[in-house]
T-cell receptor, first 115, second 115 residues
Framework: AQTVTQSQPEMSVQEAETVTLSCTYDTSESDYYLFWYKQPPSRQMILVIRQEAYKQQNATENRFSVNFQKAAKSFSLKISDSQLGDAAMYFCAYRSASNTGKLIFGQGTTLQVKP | SQTIHQWPATLVQPVGSPLSLECTVEGTSNPNLYWYRQAAGRGLQLLFYSVGIGQISSEVPQNLSASRPQDRQFILSSKKLLLSDSGFYLC??????????????FGQGTRLTVV
């Protein structure tokens, strides 16, 4: 069975600085997808960024980028120029390439942004 | 455009009472539907998923059940609630047969407190 681990329960960053959230996963599959979701205090789950395992190029979305290391089964999220609105819980998630679309989530990292 | 509605937003129920949470999706057909639960300060755990009307797969043994009486309606139920059923419940959908990297879209969630 696949597992996702986020070893940082809490992180903090100064506004305008850069922070990296860690995620590791375990799978025997070769084809899969990885996601970072943001959950602000409203509890709405918002997709931040996604990465297809077959793509070597790291995904980027504006201030958000990932460092995808397939061999090491590592998928970290880098937030540049952190803003107060980035404060939230961040979840790393794995999805198999099968058609069921089930997501396996890590435990989450709470990010605090200090003004 | 597609939208997902989930209600109620909050619910306080006594132990032993029944439960019915409803989720509906608009603007799409034959979606995959999912129920997740989030315990306090934890990640999301998949409870049930459905790939079609009347087709329900359970991921973990529990006191809950799910049904899909219509294509875009997904219901989470219990005959007798337990204290351990307290948590934040999220419904999600994903388009079946769409691009394999299509993300899941989440509802606003229901905060259930069993007292």
């Amino acid at each position: 069975a696949q597992t996702v681990t986020q070893s940082q329960p809490e992180m903090s960053v100064q506004e305008a600085e850069t922070v990296t959230l860690s995620c590791t996963y375990d799978t025997s599959e070769s084809d899969y997808y990885l996601f970072w979701y943001k959950q602000p205090p409203s509890r709405q789950m918002i997709l931040v960024i996604r990465q297809e395992a077959y793509k070597q190029q790291n995904a980027t979305e504006n201030r958000f980028s990932v460092n995808f290391q397939k061999a090491a089964k590592s998928f970290s999220l880098k937030i540049s120029d952190s803003q107060l609105g980035d404060a939230a819980m961040y979840f790393c998630a794995y999805r198999s390439a099968s058609n069921t679309g089930k997501l396996i989530f890590g435990q989450g990292t709470t990010l605090q942004v200090k003004p | 455009s597609q939208t997902i509605h989930q209600w109620p937003a909050t619910l306080v129920q006594p132990v032993g009472s029944p439960l019915s949470l409803e989720c509906t999706v608009e603007g799409t057909s034959n979606p995959n539907l999912y129920w997740y639960r989030q315990a306090a300060g934890r990640g999301l755990q998949l409870l049930f998923y459905s790939v079609g009307i009347g087709q329900i797969s359970s991921e973990v043994p529990q006191n809950l059940s799910a049904s899909r009486p219509q294509d875009r309606q997904f219901i989470l139920s219990s005959k007798k609630l337990l204290l351990s059923d307290s948590g934040f419940y999220l419904c999600a959908w994903r388009l079946l047969g769409g691009p394999m990297n299509t993300e899941a879209f989440f509802g606003q969630g229901t905060r259930l407190t069993v007292v």
